[in-house]
């Protein structure tokens, strides 16, 4: 089967080096994948042709790139399944990385993330005298986010980290939540005080795009509303990031408002959870209130109750109830 | 077709013209529209955050009503589809799905699974099809170039949404763009986020998320884009001069409604959809697709 191989390319060392895109026209088997393709480019054509590769079955994450728009293991994606209607795959470095050269991305800013977040147990004293030991049902529910191979593809898709770099970013974020969730570390209080911060678990847009994007069923999305959960249960103060009281603000409002109207109203949303009194915030939201009004968008303060709606009430209280019970 | 419709709360709020469009579509295409009487938010999300049983509780609550309807039910939001979806798969769990069916008990509401929940997208191409609509369209929107801009519930998790089974939904807006004889101009950041959740939380990257999206569509020539999520039109419509402003360049990129699109090719004016409630202006785009504004 013939394929068009499409790759972005980079050379730094170029007198003025920008990106550009080069087709490799190549003969290949239906069972290869995209970094069989690369590595038949690479040694059979353009030997220049820089790429990252190891184990070459999905162990060692060393190949995540994106592929037709979105990140996977090259090792791990199939030609055959990646070919356009007119036999076009398109191959470029991982995303939100700088690229160091063709698809080889820099992993620097990736691995100061995963320190940032303390990947390592941070059990009470005293030690004991061989390892640390904690019964298989309380990790079993761990093993899937135990699974991550720090390959990045997530972090290319994350679409925070597109507009701000400063994020710490689904697989920083994933790994944090691997430690505040084992039984032996003790130190989740601190732990969430400082995923509250500024480019913590509250900068998360909850687009799905790292759970889309990760080749091994971590989920980071899903660690990341685990933390947020365990931040607001665990009575730990917001911080000095303000982003993170709003977060909390946002959730109890929202959660607060359709509880009790059955129905979401959203100006209700943004004044609760910047708070009325918040004068710069409020003031920031005054032109678009005002836009809203007089294009007859601005939802109606009396909205009619939803029918039913104490059926949902005595719901939210039932449910509320069992939790506080489970709780005590 | 009869469907429950579950219009959603951002169109009953904050973005009335949707569901006016979407009235006065389903009327000219033979969609009969019995909105589920009783309706609650489906947690967008949101809720699911900081109390999933809730969440998946109203959810329940609205599929055992459709039920009770004995139709399927047309959602026209994509967070509301995708938040319903997941659950849908959620409560295919027996045991769970008794859990909550005891809560509901008391209002004489069970929710048996197996609930078919599609966005009006959706049904354009699988239920109605694109050669009925075109069929309907009395002008073509020739000329035209609209950048299609999904929202992320509708897009992921591709799995609850059921993309295996219908590959369609991968591409079904630019069907829908295409079949009515615009252009669809394809962007990078069709299937990326709005902003719109952390609005409230961090508003710069919300807003630098708004410039992006609208200035490449912008950049790319569009007349302007077109969403089946109206929590992507609030940011996108509601705060794309705010944005503009914070990236320091001029974006102008009216925001349409999936069924302001059609209503469009039907031979709906401007006021009757509603073209004239949004924020950044429609009035060229509608020009140029014929309408009276």
């Known amino acids: ?328 | 077709m009869r469907y429950a419709f579950f219009p959603g709360c951002v169109s009953r709020g904050g973005a009335p013209e949707l569901y006016q469009s979407t009235i006065a579509v389903a009327g000219r295409i033979g969609i009969e529209l019995e909105e589920i009487e009783g309706w609650s938010c489906t947690g967008a999300g949101a809720l699911q955050e900081s109390n999933p049983l809730l969440g998946d509780t109203l959810n329940a609550r609205n599929f055992a009503l459709a039920q009770r309807m004995g139709l399927s039910i047309m959602t026209i939001c994509s967070t509301c589809q995708g938040v319903m979806a997941q659950a849908r798969v959620r409560l295919e769990d027996e045991e769970y799905r008794a859990q909550i069916n005891e809560l509901l008990a008391e209002e004489d509401l069970e929710y048996t699974g197996g609930i078919q929940v599609k966005h009006m997208l959706w049904i354009m191409v699988e239920d109605i099809g694109l050669d009925h609509i075109k069929s309907l369209a009395v002008k073509s929107l020739d000329g035209v170039f609209l950048a299609p801009f999904y929202g992320c519930y509708i897009v992921r998790p591709s799995a609850a949404l059921e993309y295996d089974a219908y590959p369609q939904r991968k591409i079904a807006l630019e069907l829908v763009i295409e079949a009515l004889g615009a252009t669809a101009v394809d962007n990078d950041g069709k299937t990326r986020c709005c902003g719109f959740p952390i609005l409230t939380i961090n508003e710069r990257n919300s807003l630098a998320m708004v410039a992006k999206h609208t200035g490449e569509a912008q950049d790319l020539g569009a007349d302007a884009m077109v969403t089946p999520c109206p929590l992507c039109h609030l940011n996108l419509d509601g705060f794309q001069s705010k944005a503009a402003r914070q990236v320091g360049r001029q974006i102008n990129v009216p925001i349409l409604h999936l069924p302001q699109l059609i209503g469009a090719a039907l031979g709906l004016d401007g006021p009757a959809l509603g073209l004239n409630r949004h924020i950044v202006s429609s009035f060229d785009v509608a020009l140029k697709m014929g309408l009276r504004v």
Request: aromatic share 6%.
């Open chain 1, 1 to 328: 089967m013939q394929a068009k191989v499409s790759v972005r390319r980079f050379n730094p060392d170029e007198e003025q080096p920008k990106p550009y895109d080069q087709q490799y026209d190549i003969e290949v088997e239906e069972h290869f994948t995209v970094l069989d393709a690369l590595i038949k480019v690479r040694e059979e054509v353009d030997g220049s042709l820089a790429l990252r590769c190891s184990c070459r079955a999905a162990i060692c994450g060393s190949c995540a790139m994106r592929v037709n728009g979105h990140a996977v293991l090259a090792c791990k994606a199939r030609v055959s399944q990646h070919l356009s209607d007119d036999g076009e795959v398109r191959v470029e470095p991982a995303g939100n990385q700088p690229v160091i050269k063709d698809l080889v991305v820099d992993l620097e800013p990736f691995w100061n993330k995963v320190r940032a977040v303390e990947p390592y147990l941070q059990p009470s004293l005293p030690e004991p005298e061989a390892e640390y030991l904690a019964p298989n049902e309380v990790m079993l529910h761990l093993v899937d986010v135990m699974g991550c191979i720090m390959c990045g593809a997530c972090v290319s898709d994350c679409t925070v980290l597109e507009v701000d770099p400063n994020f710490l970013g689904p697989a920083a974020l994933a790994k944090a939540y691997r430690f505040v969730a084992d039984t032996r570390d003790e130190e989740d209080s601190k732990r969430l005080g400082l995923y509250n911060g500024y480019g913590g678990i509250w900068d998360c847009t909850r687009c799905g795009e790292c759970v889309a994007a990760c080749p091994k069923g971590v989920a980071p999305m899903d660690r990341i509303m685990a933390l947020r959960e365990k931040a607001i249960e665990s009575g730990t103060p917001p911080g000095g990031y303000d982003g993170a009281a709003y977060g909390y603000r946002h959730a109890e409002a929202f959660e607060e408002i359709v509880s009790h109207k059955g129905r979401l109203e959203e100006t209700m949303l943004v004044v609760k959870t910047l708070g009325m009194f918040n004068l710069p915030k409020m003031l920031g939201m005054l032109p678009v209130g005002l836009n809203a009004m007089f294009h007859r968008k601005m939802p109606s303060p009396f909205a009619p109750t939803v029918p039913g709606v104490n059926q949902i009430r005595r719901l939210a209280a039932r449910i509320k109830m069992n939790k506080d019970g489970a709780a005590r």
